[in-house]
């Protein structure tokens, strides 16, 4: 893809799979919520997660969006060293109100009681910010 694909791809609502040594003998993936602002990929975990210790014991990561089903193949992995860090308030909100409505309808009340919940609890979630050191792409 070129960088203006990309950058389409990823303006997209999709969920990114956040790949990392844990504790088993191979990677370990989970889904995660993400923003990326063309420069710095962020995303957030509860504190206490188990991911946040193996991210802080070691540090290398790869994130990798894919395309939806029945939408023709296409991903983006973003490969580097994460930092694990805290939210200030207003960071934590700001992000928080950038990413809940690409993922959860939040007329919901199921969903917007959670993301009310989280807006008020800013010391509960780690911050995982990325500034990849390669991007790579395919379709």
Known sequence: MTEQEIETFLTEPRLAMLLYNGSRP???GVPVWFDWDGETLRMFASRTSPKVKQLQADP?????VTNHVGEPEGWVAFDG???VGEFEA???LALINRVA???W???NPDYSSVIEQWRS????FASLT???SAIRSGA
């Open 26 to 28: 191979g990677p370990t």
């Open 130 to 132: 990325l500034a990849p």
């Open 121 to 124: 609890s800013p010391e509960a």
């Open 90 to 92: 207003d960071d934590w």
């Open 60 to 64: 290398n990561i790869l994130v990798l």
């Open 81 to 83: 060293r994460v930092e």
């Open 105 to 107: 309808d939040l007329s």
């Open 101 to 103: 409505p690409r993922y």
